[in-house]
């Protein structure tokens, strides 16, 4: 989940920097989370375990906290085990995905949550594993997906239709160069499959072109799209910004950490429309209404970004931007469709046609 400045907003999911590939797993913006969630005891939701990070670090600074926390990554859950069977029953670690939090929560009859905490996006974990085939820096499989369950990259790579490859890597990927870059895959699988990172990543660099000096490779934005879609990133984050809503108590605070523009403009939109401050309608959705009910209250004043110092000792964080807010006395109101429809593909795209 390392990401460069080379292009604002932009992650770089292959982590080719040498900088950024040595860099450790490093929670980023701990402090703030931590300050923004404001823990006094209770119960905290952390829906995207990884490596324990934060988990650790709220459990550290408020010994009466207990934590609830989610991944839907097997390996993570088998990694946290030591840091559950040392949490003396204050750590409960839970198979799943972080937008079914509500449902997961229920299910090991806590509730409701005084704190919600969601970091999104890849871990280092998973782009330093090439058997996960999230990364081209080492060849692997082309993999992509976060748990064992669903259609690979490479199932979406050699059987999607054109049309809807294009899409997903301009739509998720932000490349300009999206059909041309699905037309190279369409014609190179007719001779076979495409099985792995190296021959995704060689097969994107014939023809997207990056500017001299930069750090970006060539296949950054095609493997960021394909990853999300994978994985329905951004369906997922809407998922779990309308749990943690109905999870958390009046007074409860939900904090979301992310690292590119596509995540940070739904969490942005569901905090301004939860706190009443957008009755306009979105400008990436002109003419939808949006509903206005006062669900959240702000906690932090725009995204709160990380400074120089946590940047030059963890390169992770550069791009990376928090926002916290705080349930009202307000009951849970209906699901905002506006978010669905940001974080979904154009009509076309949405069945997944097949060839």
């Known amino acids: 989940m390392n990401r460069r400045r080379a292009t604002p907003g932009m992650p770089d999911p292959t982590r080719t920097n040498r900088e950024d590939a040595a860099a450790p797993h490093i929670p980023v913006l701990l402090d703030e989370v931590s300050d923004a969630l404001k823990t ?16 650790r670090a709220l459990m550290d600074r408020d010994p009466a906290l207990r934590v609830v926390a989610i991944d839907r990554d097997p390996t993570a859950i088998a990694a946290g085990q030591p840091m559950v069977a040392a949490s003396g029953g204050r750590l409960r670690l839970v198979s ?31 782009l330093d594993a090439p058997e996960r085939g999230f990364s081209f820096r080492n060849d692997g499989p082309l993999d992509m997906r976060m748990g064992n369950d669903g ?45 792995t990172t190296a021959q995704l990543a060689e097969l994107v660099a014939g023809v997207v072109r990056v500017e001299p000096g930069s ?53 942005k939109q569901f905090f301004a429309a939860r706190s009443g401050r957008s009755g306009q309608g ?41 926002r916290a807010a705080q349930r009202t006395e307000s009951a849970v109101p209906e699901p905002l469709t506006a978010l669905t429809d940001l974080a979904s593909l154009p009509e076309a795209a949405r069945g997944g046609h097949r060839r």
Do not use: C, W
Request: glycine share 10%; aromatic share 4%.
């Open 40 to 55: 006094e005891g209770g119960l905290a939701v952390d829906g995207t375990f990884g490596a324990g990070g934060y988990t």
């Open 151 to 195: 259609p690979s990259a490479a199932d979406l790579v050699n059987e999607a239709d054109e049309t809807v490859l294009a899409d997903i890597i301009y739509h998720y990927g932000e490349e300009r160069r999206s059909r041309a870059v699905a037309r190279a895959i369409h014609e190179a699988r007719r001779r076979g499959r495409i099985e």
């Open 96 to 126: 799943g995905r972080f937008g079914d939090l509500d449902a997961l929560l229920a299910d090991t009859g806590e509730g409701p949550a005084d704190h919600v905490v969601l970091d999104i996006g890849v871990s280092s974990m998973q």
């Open 215 to 267: 750090h970006i490779h060539p296949a950054t934005r095609t493997f960021q799209g394909l990853r999300i879609a994978v994985n329905d990133e951004l369906g997922e984050l809407v998922r779990a910004l309308h749990a943690a809503e109905r999870v958390l108590r009046p007074g409860g605070r939900l904090a979301v950490v992310t690292f590119h523009s596509l995540e940070d403009r739904i969490v």
């Open 282 to 322: 979105s400008r990436h959705l002109p003419g939808t209404p949006v509903e206005t009910v006062r669900s959240f209250s702000p906690v932090t004043k725009g995204p709160v970004l990380p400074g120089e110092a946590e940047t030059a000792r963890n390169p992770r964080a550069r791009s990376a931007k928090l």
